[in-house]
T-cell receptor, first 111, second 116 residues
Framework: SQQGEEDPQALSIQEGENATMNCSYKTSINNLQWYRQNSGRGLVHLILIRSNEREKHSGRLRVTLDTSKKSSSLLITASRAADTASYFC???????????FGKGITLSVRP | DTAVSQTPKYLVTQMGNDKSIKCEQN?????MYWYKQDSKKFLKIMFSYNNKELIINETVPNRFSPKSPDKAHLNLHINSLELGDSAVYFC???????????????FGQGTRLTVV
């Protein structure tokens, strides 16, 4: 069954703007991860946030986690055309070593 | 060196054929996965192996059979291919922590399977 649900499904912004993507999930988790997928390529891990963490930063990325609302957000600041990709959240619920992915968000950054 | 490599990258075959996709990881991870990504980019787990042992077997037709000869390899064999099997198949690996928590997963480049 699907765990993560991202929104919006598609996002188009101008270069230099910030992009915010949201993910909601249904069950308790060990951690939540965000991945990027460029067209025709495999997924690349961006950042992992554990259930006991509320916020994490990595370069231009900022991830928040609200376990009470079962939601996470990924903020990309000062977006670049190269950030154009699909972004997925994935949850690790700890059961049977399973990472469950959402449907993904397509981000387009216009130069 | 590529961390997770899968071959072939493209596979075009006729209905009814049997085909295999190979995957190897050089990261020393103990867990490997096969995912299927459909045309809408939805990524669904198919199988997971931990130290050569099958851990997850989602609702996948038994025409799909994973084989793990050692913990660095997880191959996927598909019998009697059907049109609906057309998709991109991704191999991935990760290291499971002591509490059975997954760390980051590393993905291969994908195998685009087209059944005609």
């Amino acid at each position: 069954s699907q765990q993560g649900e991202e929104d919006p499904q598609a996002l188009s912004i101008q270069e230099g703007e910030n992009a915010t993507m949201n993910c909601s999930y249904k069950t308790s988790i060990n951690n939540l991860q965000w991945y990027r997928q460029n067209s025709g390529r495999g997924l690349v891990h961006l950042i992992l946030i554990r259930s006991n963490e509320r916020e994490k930063h990595s370069g231009r990325l900022r991830v928040t986690l609200d376990t009470s609302k079962k939601s996470s957000s990924l903020l990309i600041t000062a977006s670049r055309a190269a950030d154009t990709a699909s972004y997925f959240c994935a949850t690790d619920a700890g059961a049977n070593s399973k990472l469950t992915f959402g449907k993904g968000i397509t981000l387009s950054v216009r130069p | 060196d590529t961390a997770v490599s899968q071959t072939p990258k493209y596979l075009v075959t006729q209905m009814g054929n049997d085909k295999s996709i190979k995957c190897e990881q050089n990261l020393g991870h103990d867990t490997m996965y096969w995912y299927k990504q459909d045309s809408k980019k939805f990524l669904k787990i198919m199988f997971s192996y931990n130290n050569k042992e099958l851990i997850i077997n989602e609702t996948v037709p038994n025409r799909f059979s994973p084989k793990s000869p050692d913990k660095a390899h997880l191959n996927l064999h598909i019998n009697s291919l059907e049109l609906g099997d057309s998709a991109v198949y991704f191999c991935a690996s990760s290291q499971v922590r002591s509490r059975r928590e997954n760390t980051e997963a590393f993905f291969g480049q994908g195998t685009r399977l087209t059944v005609v």
